[in-house]
């Protein structure tokens, strides 16, 4: 079974500034399955982007994701007061089927 | 437009059972699969299982395997969860999400039943 791993588990900072947020595998994934969510409290996730890099429809261009193998980097360009979520990664395996989840990166207002 | 509407929260007793609801509207139900996604207070989201709503196929995460059967009923638009044996670590929120664009993630999600295991 893939593991996920985010980092770092809490990003602290300010609006207008830029965020990186990592996700790495155990093992090699396909980028066709590699996807993004953004929770906000008492809410379902939202997916960001798909594919690694492909955003959802009606998600912001600051919101961009990169990334291949076993690395993986959904990135914030310019903060914005409603980004503040925790955000996960999300991967599909075909062998069994089986989706994985990161374990999810809390951005806070610094 | 577009949803997945989920029953109402349950409060079970360790041992007992609960079934989920998930009824799905806007979209030709039989032509995608629907996963079941749960989030225990305050931790991450694991995902638990999928359905085809065309043939009613089926894959369980291994760790629910024997506990969880998932089912649909394609006359309603509906998805179902069962959960059996209930645990007081069974005590979540239970999400239904689809993958409408069919790149395996999922671009439609319910809004969430709170199901609480307690004695």
């Known amino acids: 079974e893939i593991v996920l791993t985010q980092s770092p588990g809490t990003l602290s900072l300010s609006p207008g500034e830029r965020a990186t947020l990592s996700c790495r595998a155990s093992?090699?994934?396909?980028?066709?399955?590699l996807a993004w969510y953004q929770q906000k409290p008492g809410q379902a996730p939202r997916l960001l982007i798909y594919g690694a890099s492909s955003r959802a429809t009606g998600i912001p261009d600051r919101f961009s994701g990169s990334g291949s193998g076993t690395d993986f980097t959904l990135t914030i360009s310019r903060l914005e007061p409603e980004d503040f979520a925790v955000y996960y990664c999300?991967?599909?395996?075909?062998?069994?089927?089986?989706?994985?989840f990161g374990q999810g990166t809390k951005l806070e207002i610094k | 437009q577009v949803q997945l509407v989920q029953s109402g929260a349950e409060v079970k007793k360790p041992g007992a059972s609960v079934k989920v609801s998930c009824k799905a509207s806007?979209?030709?139900?039989?032509?995608?699969?629907i996963s079941w996604v749960r989030q225990a207070p305050g931790q991450g989201l694991e995902w638990m299982g999928w359905?085809?709503?065309?043939?009613?196929?089926?894959n369980y995460a291994q760790k629910l395997q024997g506990r969880v059967t998932m089912t649909t009923d394609t006359s309603t638009s509906t998805a179902y969860m069962e959960l059996r044996s209930l645990r007081s670590d069974d005590t979540a929120v239970y999400y239904c999400a689809s993958d409408l664009t069919v790149t395996k993630a999922f671009d439609i999600w319910g809004q969430g039943t709170m199901v609480t295991v307690s004695s």
């Open positions: 806007g979209y030709t139900f039989t032509s995608y699969g």
């Open positions: 093992q090699s994934v396909s980028s066709s399955y």
């Open positions: 359905i085809s709503a065309y043939n009613g196929n089926t």
């Open positions: 999300q991967q599909y395996g075909s062998s069994p089927p089986a989706y994985t």
